[in-house]
C-alpha cells in the first residue's frame, strides 16, 4: 500500500577552440583609459577592475571569471554592474566603437559556459538591476529588470495569488534576463509551455548601444516580425537583454506530489501515458530520475531520502507534481490515480511516497532539484542536456556507460557514474558523465559519440541548456547549414563588428 509520508517512512581548453575556430577575431583589451570612462558612466561600487584607476584586487573578480560548474575560466580583468538600461547602453557604445568585446552575465549559473568571459571580455553584469516595473493583477502581466532573481519574482507574485511560468534548481541565483538569453525550459513547461510563449515583450540593448525598446504588454500583436523572439535564447550573441515583460500564470489553490519507484524503465512510457490521462488538467510536473542519480542525490543530503522498503527493487523513480483549483479534488484524483496503479494485474509501479505537508512535499522536490548539484559535488560533471524520444532515454544512458567501459574508463579515477534524469514529459533527458577530474581522454571518449547518438534519434544537442561555447562545434547536430548560415547572417546584421559574447554559440 501507499506511504502516506515521506519523512516516516577553456580556459585553455575553451582558448583553444576559440582561437582555432575565430583566427581572425581581433578585439581589444580593456586599457585604463576605458576604465576611467566606465567609473564616468557608473557609479564607484559598479565598476571592478584590476585595472588602475579602480584597481579591485583580481581575487574579487573570480566568481564573474569562473563558470558555476568551475569548468569554464575567463580572465577578464573588468566587471560591470550597471543599474539602468542608460548605463548599458553607454557602456555597450563605448565598447563597439573601440572594439571590446562583452559577455552579458546574469546570475552566472548556465551550464554551457556562456555566461563567462572566453578570454579577457568586459563582463556586464546585470545584478544591480533588479528592480519589478510594473504587474497588473488582472491580466497577470509582470515587467521586471532583466537582473531580477527568478525567485525573488517568484515571491513578489505570492501575496497577488500568481506563480511564475517557470522554475528551476537555480532560481535562488539566476536572473530572469539570464533564463529569457537561454529559453530556460525547468519544472514548469510541461504545464505553462515555453517562454517563447510566455515573454510578452522584451527590452533589449543593441551591439551598437541602442535601445530597442519592444516591452509590450499585448496578448496579441500581429504586426509583422517578432524581434524579441530572435532574443530568447541568444545567449547574449545579439544584445543586452535589460527589461522583461512575461505573463505569469494564478497560483494553484492545492499542489501535491509523489515519488513513483519503478522495477524497471520500460514503465516509465506507460505509466506517463495512464497519469496524462487521469490527471489530465491537474498534472504539472512528471520528471524522471534514475536509481544512480537519486543515490547521488540523497549521498550529497539533497532532500530526504526515501525508506529503505520504498527503494528497494527501484530502478528509477518518477516525480508526479498536480496543481489546481480545489484539494478534494486534486486529491480524490490522485488517489484514485495511485490506487488503481497499485492494483493492475501488472503493477507499474512498485510504490510511492506521497507528500502529507508542504515540508515534505519540498523534501520531495528537493530530490529532484538536487541532482544537478549532487552531481557537481560528486566529481567533476559532463553534462549532456538533449531532447531525444522518452523511449529511448534508458538506451542512451546504457549504450553510453557501455561505450566509456569499453575504452576502459569507467573506474574511480576516471568516469566513476554515469546518470539520467530530466523532463520526461518534455522529452529532455540530462545525462551526466560524472568523472573524478576533467580530461582530454574522457572528452575524446564522449564527443562526437553522444552527439552522434542524438543524432541518430534526430534529437537536439541542447534541450534546454544553450549552446555556449561547450557545444559551438556539435551545432552541426541539430541544425543543418542552411539554419547556420541563416543565424549568422542574423548575427551579422545585429552585430557587424562581433563585439557581443563573441565564440559562443555560433562555431
Ligand atoms: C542547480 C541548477 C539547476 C538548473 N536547472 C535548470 C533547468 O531545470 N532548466 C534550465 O533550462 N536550466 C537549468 N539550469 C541552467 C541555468 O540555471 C539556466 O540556464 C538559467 O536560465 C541561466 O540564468 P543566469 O541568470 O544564471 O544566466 P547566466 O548563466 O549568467 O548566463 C547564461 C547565458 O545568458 C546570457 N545572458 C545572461 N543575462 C543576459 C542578459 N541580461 N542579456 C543578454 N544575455 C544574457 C549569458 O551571456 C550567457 O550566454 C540549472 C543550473 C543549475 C546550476
Known sequence: MFTRSVAHRIPLRAFKRWAHTTPTMNYRSVTEEDVAHFAKILAPSSVLSTLAPVSTPASELSIYNNDWMNKYHGKSTTVLRPKTTKEVSEIVKWCNERRIAIVPQGGNTGLVGGGVPIIDEVILNLGNMNKIRSFDPVSGIIVADSGCVLEAMSEYLVPHHYIMPLDLGAKGSCQIGGNVSTNAGGLRLLRYGSLHGSVLGLEVVLPDGTILDQLSTLRKDNTGYDLKQLFIGAEGTLGVVTGVSILSAPAPNASSNVMLALPKYENVLPLFREVKRQLSEILSAFEFIDRRAYELAVKHGQGRALNDEDVEGAECFVLVETSGGKREHDE????????????????????????????????????????????????????????????????????????????????????????????????????????????????????????????????????????????????????????????????????????????????
Do not use: C
Open 332 to 507: 480524490e484524483k490522485l488517489n484514485t490515480l495511485l490506487e488503481s496503479l497499485m492494483e493492475a494485474d501488472e503493477p507499474l509501479i512498485n510504490t510511492g511516497v506521497l507528500s502529507q505537508s508542504p515540508l515534505q512535499f519540498s523534501q520531495l522536490w528537493a530530490i529532484r532539484e538536487g541532482i544537478t548539484e549532487a552531481v557537481s559535488k560528486e566529481g567533476k560533471a559532463y553534462k549532456y542536456d538533449i531532447s531525444i524520444p522518452v523511449a529511448s532515454f534508458k538506451t542512451v544512458v546504457d549504450t553510453t556507460r557501455d561505450h566509456l567501459q569499453s575504452k576502459g574508463l569507467l573506474r574511480d579515477d576516471a568516469v566513476k557514474h554515469v546518470v539520467g534524469y530530466g523532463h520526461v514529459g518534455d522529452g529532455n533527458l540530462h545525462l551526466n558523465i560524472v568523472a573524478a577530474e576533467y580530461s582530454p581522454e574522457i572528452e575524446s571518449a564522449l564527443e562526437p559519440f553522444v552527439y552522434e547518438l542524438v543524432q541518430s534519434y534526430k534529437g537536439s544537442v541542447s534541450a534546454e541548456h544553450g549552446i555556449g561555447v561547450m557545444k559551438t562545434h556539435a551545432l552541426q547536430y541539430s541544425k543543418n547549414a542552411t539554419s547556420i548560415d541563416l543565424m549568422r547572417r542574423i548575427k551579422t546584421l545585429f552585430d557587424p563588428n562581433g563585439i557581443m559574447n563573441p565564440g559562443k554559440v555560433l562555431p
